[in-house]
């Protein structure tokens, strides 16, 4: 197994916390990965979110994935996790990643980076906006940024100014969460926050056009490309 599980308790909740380490003795650069939906009955059972952590351990990296539903039994349905999801909650499950990463000896906590794809791309800008120890962040067509995710929190598009690292966004140009008009609002929030980031937009490639797992949206080429992008982005930024 190329991971193994460490449990830690948010607000009362037990959270799994997935690790994957590098070969060598370090110090490793180390980015949390935040699962996409098809996680949300348990990490082990993502294809997706598993091979993408590998990919990067292969590259170098030690990787940390939280299990952000922890709130919910892993057999309920994910309307009710997607309609009680609250971000003052996962920017503290966020952080527990983070910190678990952090704890590792092998990995340099100054060189942690963040990032997620869908569901996840969305989480990934929460935790650069929520914690400022992060060193890079990518956000994958990450949607519902300028939504609401829970009672008196605001839309995570308007912490914006929080964020403190370099930003790469890479989204399709057929997706329509987040639409090419969403994502130009995602720009204008970065300038307006004097953010440093760099957006990459795909034609010929809807929304999750990197899940190899789903052919109908799979991209192969932008897939690759937007893969390449990502990786050159965090050996300049977490070195």
Known sequence: MSYRIEMTEVQGSEMEIFLYEPEGDGPHPGL??????????????????????ER???????VSVPFLYHWWSKSDDMQIKRDEFNDAQTAQDLKAGFDALAAIESVDAGRIGVVGHCWGGRVSWLAACTDSRYAACAVFYG??????????????????????????????????????????????????????????????????????DNPERFRAEQSEDSWEKTLAFFAEKLG
């Open 143 to 212: 949607g519902g940024v300028k939504e609401v995710r829970g009672a008196g929190n605001p839309p995570a598009i308007e912490l914006t100014g929080n964020i403190a690292c370099p930003v790469i966004g890479i989204f399709g140009n057929e997706d329509q969460n987040p639409s090419p008009e969403d994502v130009d609002d995602y720009e204008a929030a970065l300038k307006s926050a004097g953010a440093e980031y760099v957006f990459h937009r795909y034609d010929g490639a809807g929304h999750a056009f990197q899940w190899e």
């Open 32 to 53: 949390v990965l935040c699962q996409h939906i098809p996680g949300h009955g348990g990490i082990e059972g993502d294809p997706f979110t598993v091979k993408s952590a």
């Open 56 to 62: 990067f351990r292969a590259n170098g990296y030690a």
